[in-house]
């Protein structure tokens, strides 16, 4: 959605079906989809799987095995000339060309993201201090505070309609889609950099 808000007309891919995707989709392996369509695209976004970096699986889910698609993400993309993204979590290996957090842009989340970009300059906004506390259950104990967790669905986490308020999300109310959404103000803040680019490169 954020990328259609700076002005690009989006398109998805997934290997799930994803009936709630708001633009057109294709079902199919990403970096296959990639291989066989890249040239044909002006920027190209790509959010591996996170479970391989993410504090929640390395806690929780410890010991399990999950595929790292980081390396194989990047050597892809450097194929294309074009602006592209690479999207994953806090502690994912990415260059930290650009940090965001729902702070810079007065969300109800805290949701640190990493993106690793080429072929443009991105600009790291301030990180704000944060306001306050994720509101939820630690270890026994309620705490309060302005961020929502959109994770899970336990510990106070929050309802639909919090997580939808907090990311800026309105085309879906599933639970699962939200949680392993980007924030839209991430990917209009990118992508209005991008735009910028494209458009200086054509005059």
Same mark, same amino acid.
């Given at each position: 959605m954020g990328y259609h808000r700076a002005g690009f007309d989006v398109?998805? =891919?997934d290997n799930n079906p994803q009936p709630n995707y708001p633009f057109e989709f294709h079902e199919a392996d990403a970096l296959d989809y990639l291989v066989g369509n890249g040239l044909h695209y002006n920027a190209i976004h790509a959010s591996p799987p996170c479970q391989a970096s993410c504090t929640l699986t390395k806690g929780t889910n410890a010991g399990r095995e999950y595929t790292q698609l980081i390396p194989h993400t990047r050597a892809l993309l450097a194929y294309y000339r074009v602006p592209t993204i690479i999207e994953n979590v806090q502690g994912s290996d990415l260059r930290?060309?650009?940090t965001l957090c729902g702070e810079m842009f007065s969300l109800g989340v805290i949701r640190h993201r990493y993106f690793e970009v080429s072929n443009f300059t991105a600009v790291q906004p301030h990180h704000k201090s944060h306001r306050g506390r994720v509101r939820g259950w630690?270890?026994?104990k309620y705490h309060d505070?302005?961020? =929502? /967790?959109?994770?899970g669905d336990g510990g106070g986490k929050g309802s639909i309609d919090e997580w939808q308020a907090a990311m800026g999300i309105d085309w879906t109310d599933n639970r699962e889609e939200i /949680?392993? /959404?980007?924030?839209? /103000?991430?990917?209009e803040f990118i992508g209005r950099q991008i735009m910028a680019s494209i458009q200086q490169a054509a005059s």
């Open positions: 398109i998805g =891919v930290r060309d650009l630690r270890h026994g505070g302005p961020y =929502v /967790a959109v994770y /949680a392993e /959404a980007i924030p839209p /103000a991430y990917t």
